[in-house]
């Protein structure tokens, strides 16, 4: 079973960026979908990205289009979440996701904090 281990969070400004990462074991990583969610307290689960396993076709959720990038590393066995112009309402605990027809697996996620 994929084991995900999130990195990168942390605390940024209104305007500023952060690159979250998510580092993927015990997996042959390139055949997974590889996701990111969000969630703040009180609130459901918020799909932020996702790229495809095959031809790293991606998909953004309309809140973050255009100021987010998924990107994978598929040598590294690694997903990148590149957040810019970073809104208070981006801050959320922010979840890896790993899917294929066996499996659907998530980290533990990691913290976002953006501050005015």
């Known amino acids: 079973q994929v084991q995900l281990v999130e990195s990168g969070g942390g605390l940024a400004q209104s305007g500023g960026s952060l690159r979250l990462s998510c580092l993927a074991s015990g997996v042959t990583f390139r055949r997974y979908r590889m996701s990111w969610f969000r969630q703040v307290p009180g609130k459901e689960r918020e799909f932020v990205a996702t790229?495809?396993?095959?031809?790293?076709?991606?998909t953004y959720g309309d809140s973050v289009k255009g100021r987010f990038t998924i990107s994978r590393d598929n040598a590294k066995n690694t997903v990148y979440l590149q957040m810019t112009s970073l809104k208070l309402e981006d801050t959320a605990v922010y979840y890896c996701n790993a899917r294929d027809i066996w499996e659907d697996s998530w980290g533990q996620g990691t913290q976002v904090t953006v501050s005015s």
């Open positions: 790229i495809s396993s095959t031809d790293s076709h991606t």
